[in-house]
């Protein structure tokens, strides 16, 4: 492994500065308020494990409890999130979806999906699978 060089820092900095743009902006120009990362990672987690719990989605994300709490605050005031409590374990908190929440995460799905297209449209079938295994690999490994 070789140390990367600052000319190849700054370019990859202004790569991902002109990918974050672009892909902020897909949600920002919508017709919903945008949502932070953070409130939108909880619906995405929410939608695959309905029924997780705050901490689920905290050991998820290796954020702390208190954040999950706050972010599930913000979207259960917003009528995408329910907590529930189940029969089972009344102490215990089971978030689901609400149907404002899932038509969310559904168009947020499809936007994300739109922008991944045209990411990789430019690219051949090689190259489609070099960056995502790139890619794979960058965030597999440890800080």
């Known amino acids: ?19 974050t743009r672009r892909y902020k902006l897909a949600e920002a120009l919508g017709p919903e308020k ?9 619906l ?3 939608a695959r494990h309905p029924g997780c719990g705050p901490s ?3 050991r998820f994300l ?7 709490s706050s972010a599930t605050d913000r979207l259960v005031k917003r009528d995408l999130l329910a907590r529930q409590r189940p029969a089972a374990d009344r102490r215990a908190v089971a978030l689901q979806l609400t149907p404002a929440g899932q038509g969310r995460v ?3 799905a499809a936007m994300y999906g739109n922008l991944y297209r045209r990411m990789l449209g430019p690219l ?8 995502i295994a790139m890619m794979t690999k960058i965030t597999s490994a440890d800080p």
């Open 1 to 19: 492994m070789t140390t990367p060089t600052d000319e190849e820092l700054a370019a990859l900095g202004d790569a991902f500065d002109l990918f």
């Open 34 to 42: 945008p949502l932070n990362e953070l409130d939108k990672q909880v």
């Open 44 to 46: 995405f987690y929410v």
């Open 56 to 58: 689920d989605v905290a």
């Open 62 to 68: 290796s954020v702390a409890n208190t954040t999950i």
């Open 106 to 108: 559904d168009r947020l």
């Open 124 to 131: 051949t079938a090689q190259e489609r699978r070099d960056m």
